[in-house]
C-alpha cells in the first residue's frame, strides 16, 4: 500500500456556528464538539462514535450541521485507517454536499493513497469542474500526486491552472506561485511582481524566495520583512525569513523567526520550521535544547534520515 497523504489530514473544515441557532439539535451539537475533541487527543474510534450518536439525533432533514459532522467523521476514519469507510462518507457527501468539491477532492485523496488512481484522477476533475478557479485546488492535488509517486499527473494539474482564463491580482498570484513550483522562474517573477502592485501581499513571499534562490539575500529579506509586519503573516514566511538569517550567521535572529512561526495557530511547514529551530540552537551551542527539538521531530517525521544521522551528532555533544 502507498504511503497515505499528509494532505487528507487537512480536511478543510471549519467548525460552524450553530449554538445561537434554535434550529439545530443542541445535544447534536454537545455531541459533535466531543467527538472532535476526542479527534484532537487521538482517540478516533471513540470520535467516530460520538459522531454516528452525534448523526443519530438528527430529526431525518440533512442540514449543514449533518454535513459538518460528516466531514469530521470522515477525517476520522481516514485517520483511524478506515479507508473504505472514509471513502463511503465523502461519497454520501457528495449526494448531499454536491455543489461542494471538498467531498471529490477528498475522496479522491484516499484513492490516490490506495494507489486507485484513475478513481483519484476522477474525482479531483469534479472538483476541479466545481470550483475551477480555486488555485489551492490545483496546487494540492498537485502535492498529493506528487508525494506519492505520480508527478507527471500532478503536473498536468499546475499546468491546467496556468490555462484558467483569470487577469484578476488573486490570479495572477497564484499562477506566478505555480509557475515558481515549475522551475520557471522568469515567469513566475513577472506575474509576481504584477500582483504586488496590485497589493496581494502573499506575493511578496514568493518573489522572495525567487531572490533567496537567486542568492540575492537582501532583497529577499526586504520582502519578507515587509510581509512579515502585516496582518497576514504566515508560518510559511517566517521559516523562509529564519533561513535568510540561518544563511546569514543571525542564529538569534533566525532562532526568534523559527519560534515565532511555531506559535501561530495555523501551521503549514513544520517540518521546515522544528529542523531550523534545531539547527540555529545548534549554532547557538545549546545542543541538549537541539537535541529535544530534533527528537520531537523525528517522533513526528521517523523516515527522516538525516535528521536521525543529526541526532546522532547531536548526540556525542
Known amino acids: 500500500m502507498k504511503k497515505r497523504l499528509l494532505i487528507i489530514e487537512c480536511t478543510l473544515i471549519a467548525v460552524l456556528c450553530f449554538?445561537?441557532?434554535?434550529?439545530?439539535?443542541?445535544?447534536?451539537?454537545?455531541?459533535?464538539?466531543?467527538?472532535?475533541?476526542?479527534?484532537?487527543?487521538?482517540?478516533?474510534?471513540?470520535?467516530?462514535?460520538?459522531?454516528?450518536?452525534?448523526?443519530?439525533c438528527s430529526i431525518g432533514k440533512v442540514t449543514d450541521l449533518e454535513l459538518d459532522v460528516d466531514y469530521y467523521k470522515a477525517a476520522a476514519q481516514f485517520k483511524n485507517g478506515q479507508f473504505e469507510?472514509?471513502?463511503?462518507?465523502?461519497?454520501?457527501?457528495?449526494?448531499?454536499?454536491?455543489?461542494?468539491?471538498r467531498p471529490y477532492f477528498l475522496r479522491g485523496s484516499i484513492y490516490a493513497s490506495e494507489g486507485e488512481i484513475g478513481q483519484a484522477i476522477k474525482d479531483y476533475d469534479s472538483a476541479i469542474a466545481i470550483d475551477e478557479k480555486n488555485y489551492l485546488l490545483y496546487i494540492e492535488i498537485?502535492?498529493?500526486?506528487n508525494a506519492l509517486g505520480y508527478t507527471d499527473q500532478g503536473l498536468v494539474y499546475l499546468n491546467n491552472a496556468l490555462d484558467v482564463a483569470d487577469k484578476s491580482p488573486e490570479g495572477k498570484y497564484f499562477k506566478g506561485r505555480i509557475y515558481y513550483m515549475l522551475g520557471q522562474t522568469s515567469d513566475a517573477e513577472k506575474f509576481l511582481k504584477e500582483a504586488i502592485e496590485k497589493d496581494v501581499i502573499d506575493a511578496k513571499l514568493y518573489l522572495a524566495k525567487i531572490y533567496q534562490d537567486g542568492g540575492d539575500y537582501v532583497s529577499a529579506q526586504d520582502l519578507l520583512k515587509e510581509y512579515a509586519e502585516s496582518d497576514q503573516v504566515t508560518s510559511d514566511?517566517?521559516?523562509?525569513?529564519?533561513?535568510?538569517?540561518?544563511?546569514?550567521?543571525?542564529?538569534?535572529?533566525?532562532?526568534?523567526?523559527?519560534?515565532?512561526?511555531?506559535?501561530?495557530?495555523?501551521?503549514?511547514?513544520?517540518?521546515?520550521?522544528?529542523?531550523?529551530?534545531?539547527?540555529?540552537?545548534?549554532?547557538?551551542?545549546?545542543?541538549?535544547?537541539?537535541?529535544?527539538?530534533?527528537?520531537?521531530?523525528?517522533?513526528?517525521?521517523p523516515n527522516d534520515e538525516e535528521a536521525s544521522k543529526e541526532l546522532v551528532f547531536l548526540q556525542t555533544r
Not at 86 to 96: M, R, V
Not at 142 to 145: D, M
Open 19 to 56: 449554538t445561537a441557532c434554535s434550529k439545530y439539535n443542541q445535544k447534536e451539537i454537545e455531541l459533535r464538539d466531543q467527538g472532535i475533541a476526542a479527534m484532537d487527543e487521538g482517540r478516533y474510534e471513540d470520535a467516530i462514535a460520538l459522531f454516528d450518536e452525534a448523526l443519530g
Open 85 to 101: 469507510d472514509a471513502a463511503n462518507t465523502y461519497t454520501y457527501l457528495i449526494k448531499y454536499d454536491e455543489k461542494n468539491y
Open 142 to 145: 498537485y502535492k498529493n500526486l
Open 237 to 301: 514566511a517566517l521559516g523562509t525569513l529564519g533561513d535568510i538569517e540561518l544563511s546569514s550567521g543571525n542564529f538569534e535572529n533566525a532562532l526568534d523567526y523559527y519560534e515565532a512561526g511555531l506559535s501561530l495557530d495555523s501551521i503549514g511547514n513544520m517540518p521546515q520550521l522544528m529542523k531550523g529551530k534545531a539547527a540555529a540552537l545548534e549554532k547557538l551551542y545549546r545542543f541538549e535544547e537541539a537535541r529535544e527539538v530534533l527528537t520531537q521531530y523525528l517522533d513526528a517525521y
